[in-house]
């Protein structure tokens, strides 16, 4: 009796048609495919293929002149892809078994040892890490613009005050330079989320196969040397079910994505009218289509926006995992999207606001200007008090009876002359009046990581040592970050 042929009948053609009387219709195909989303995964795929081909013919488990064939077989299928001359059909399902197929239609019966000792749970998992290896590296040449222009504008402008708030109150005086710094720190751990999320990825799956191992005597160690691993998955069956990788670069992405949100939060805060701080480049801002006067921060609200997006791309991924029997399950298929779309959307945001910032226009004046308003040196004045022996607590009380004052007769407390202060306290010195300058107050706040321009020039230099550091770990890896 011979068994009926369904992939020769016309049907769709499935990789297990061995197995099946029939196949897949048309929605199944539609639905069950992964290949719209994973076929940008085509060069980890074949990279991977080629590793695996040439090690499974030194370990003599397929003909040498197969895996030649392999391979150039597979370099051909990369550089049609790349040329835009290869035409991917949804009925291969996903990219492994779209390039696998298209190789046998190239090379014949070669090809079809391509898959020995391996599965798509293996080979899925291995293009992953290869993605997930080069992503890191990718943001984090990225990242490196970010933190490029933090410190250019504290470069450019290390003696420009502003107000620092807290509760968006006026709190106290700060170096510009030194607010900048902030978010340069804040971006400097994303770039170490990176780099966790780069070693997480750091391993070979490959040679796991399904889920159990193999009985063919393949050498992962190979495999991994060739793939650029460092080290190879301990565990067959937490090699194909393991996404932690994918997590941990999800999170990098979306813990990044909220500090660009809060930068671009503050971007669109001081370019309106009532702050003044920034103007936008022209070239980074839009206009409105009815009102001629607008200037409008659309791409850094987009960057804020899009930040929602990344914050469901982790919780969306996370949700698929958690309740996943081990090992391989299918709906693991729908790890992609979400870390594709973290990575992308992270990746352009970085983009935006690095020209941002890079054209940034810094309107000292108006800064400077703030900082005088809000009462800010209250806390200096408090100080000298209690400098002088004035419990702290005291000290606080009298001058805030002072700020009230000025704030019923609309006064500043640099008008304050010296008589005033100390009919409020004789332990006022006769130089007390100067406690107010602005400029004296920041260089006042010495101590380490505080705002004084000899501190803030401290960690400029700290920060440029930092940057370098990562350009140094970039290069390490064969990555440039220009
Ligand atoms: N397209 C699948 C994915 O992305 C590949 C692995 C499929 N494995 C399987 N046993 N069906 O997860």
Redesign the pocket.
């Known amino acids: 009796m011979t068994p009926e042929t369904p992939n020769s009948a016309g049907g769709a053609r499935t990789a297990w048609s061995g197995r099946f009387e029939a196949t897949p219709g048309e929605f199944q195909q539609r639905f069950g495919a992964?290949l719209p989303v994973?076929k940008r995964l085509y060069a980890e795929d074949i990279a991977g293929s080629i590793a695996h081909a040439r090690m499974l013919a030194k370990q003599g488990v397929i003909p040498l002149a197969d895996a030649e064939a392999i391979e150039a077989g597979l370099l051909g299928i990369l550089k049609d892809i790349e040329a835009g001359a290869f035409v991917f059909d949804i009925a291969d399902?996903?990219v492994?078994m779209a390039i696998e197929a298209e190789l046998t239609r190239r090379i014949g019966d070669a090809g079809k040892r391509l898959h020995t000792g391996r599965?798509?749970?293996d080979?899925?998992a291995t293009d992953a890490r290869l993605y997930a290896k080069r992503a890191a590296l990718e943001l984090t040449a990225l990242l490196g613009e970010v933190r490029v222009a933090l410190i250019g504008l504290a470069e450019r402008h290390p003696a420009v005050v502003m107000p620092g708030y807290t509760h968006l109150q006026k709190a106290q005086p700060v170096l510009f330079a030194h607010h900048m710094l902030a978010y340069f720190w804040m971006m400097t751990r994303d770039g170490e989320r990176l780099r966790h999320a780069y070693a997480a990825a750091d391993a070979l799956p490959l040679g796991s196969a399904?889920l159990a191992g193999t009985t063919f005597a393949i050498d992962r160690d190979a495999v991994a040397a060739e793939l650029g691993f460092a080290r190879v998955v301990p565990n067959s069956l937490d090699a194909v079910s393991d996404r932690d990788f994918l997590a941990d670069l999800t999170y990098a992405c979306a813990l990044g994505m909220v500090h660009l949100s809060r930068l671009a939060e503050e971007l669109i805060l001081w370019s309106t009218e009532e702050f003044g701080f920034v103007t936008l480049d022209d070239a980074w801002s839009t206009g409105s289509s009815i009102m001629p006067q607008k200037k409008n921060p659309d791409f850094a609200e987009l960057v804020r926006g899009k930040t929602g997006r990344a914050l469901g791309d982790l919780t969306a991924l996370l949700v698929t995992l958690k309740g996943l029997p081990l090992a391989?399950n299918?709906d693991?298929?729908e790890d992609?999207e979400p870390v594709f779309d973290a990575v992308d959307t992270y990746a352009g945001s970085l983009e935006a606001i690095a020209g941002m910032l890079s054209t940034l226009h810094v309107n000292a004046e108006r800064m400077r200007a703030g900082a005088l308003g809000g009462f800010m040196a209250a806390t200096d004045l408090a100080d000298h008090l209690a400098a002088r022996g004035v419990p702290f607590r005291e000290a606080h009380e009298v001058v805030g009876r002072l700020v009230l004052a000025c704030e019923r007769e609309g006064r500043t407390l640099q008008d304050l002359t010296l008589a005033e202060l100390q009919e409020a306290s004789p332990v006022f010195a006769d130089d007390a009046a100067g406690v107010v300058d602005i400029e004296a107050v920041v260089a006042r706040r010495d101590t380490f990581g505080g705002t004084a321009p000899a501190r803030v020039a401290e960690q400029l230099t700290a920060a440029r040592e930092a940057r370098a550091a990562d350009v140094a770990w970039l290069a390490a890896r064969g990555a440039v970050d220009d």
Do not use: G, I, L, T
């Open positions: 992964s994973d399902e996903d492994h599965s798509r749970n080979q899925v399904a391989y299918k693991m298929q992609k």
